[in-house]
């Protein structure tokens, strides 16, 4: 019944910037935390950044003043701001919904170039 849709991932270059968005439906109540999560290639899952209903966030420290995180709680959307984007930045991006329970979408790429 819930599901998350991403959007926002593509190529570009170091330095650029992307804006990553996420909408949630199938939602009754207001979601408790909405976040990012990320898998680079070779490597486990890591946290990027959430924010709960009430708009407190917390970022990775390799992340923090690139990223800004935020949602929309009247549409259920979650949102990422990345700039100064870095190479190693390069992931698949995971919106993640903690609700009833812990609900995932399937993923956008994000390839950041040299």
């Known amino acids: 019944q819930v599901q998350l849709v991403e959007s926002g991932g593509g190529l570009v270059q170091a330095g650029g910037s992307l804006r990553l968005s996420c909408a949630a439906s199938?939602?009754?109540?207001?979601?408790?935390?909405m976040g990012w999560y990320r898998q680079a290639p070779g490597k486990q899952r890591e946290l990027v950044a959430t924010v709960t209903s009430g708009g407190s966030t917390r970022y990775a420290d390799s992340v923090k003043e690139r990223f800004t995180i935020s949602r929309d709680n009247t549409k259920n959307t979650v949102y990422l701001q990345m700039n100064s984007l870095r190479p190693e930045d390069t992931a698949v991006y995971y919106c993640n919904a903690q609700y009833n329970r812990n609900y995932w979408g399937k993923g956008t790429l994000v390839t950041v170039s040299s």
């Open positions: 199938g939602i009754i109540f207001r979601i408790n935390v």
